[in-house]
């Protein structure tokens, strides 16, 4: 079955950098479709960035120009670089994968959640 397995997130100062990932296991045909969403405490989750494979992404407009979201299908691996940290970026980060991949019942495309990393920054 398909499983994500995230990484990178820790303590850092604000203005540095930290570079989240997020793998899958499982026979992953195509990875469609990439999101990363954070919730801080006592707030909603948000969608911080996204990218459609072979497109452009689109970025949260409190953090353009600082992440940049990318992908690597050989490791069936995606990432969201953080750049120029802020205080307000501490959150847990999670990513969603829309993927096509084969499973128990054949191939299916389906979307699947990371368990979530800490990000926290600090002044």
């Known amino acids: 079955q398909v499983q994500l397995v995230e990484s990178g997130g820790g303590l850092v100062q604000a203005g540095g950098s930290l570079r989240l990932s997020c793998t899958a296991s499982?026979?992953?045909?195509?990875?469609?479709?990439v999101k990363w969403y954070r919730q801080a405490p006592g707030k909603q989750r948000e969608l911080v960035a996204e990218m459609t494979t072979g497109s452009s992404p689109n970025y949260a407009e409190h953090v353009k120009g600082r992440f940049i979201i990318s992908q690597d299908n050989a490791k069936k691996t995606v990432y969201l670089q953080m750049n120029s940290l802020k205080p307000e970026d501490t959150a847990v980060y999670y990513c969603?994968?829309?993927?096509?991949?084969?499973?128990?019942?054949?191939?299916?495309?389906?979307?699947?959640w990371g368990r979530g990393t800490q990000v926290t920054v600090s002044s």
């Open positions: 499982g026979i992953i045909l195509h990875i469609n479709k």
């Open positions: 969603n994968l829309d993927l096509t991949a084969a499973q128990d019942m054949g191939i299916s495309r389906n979307e699947h």
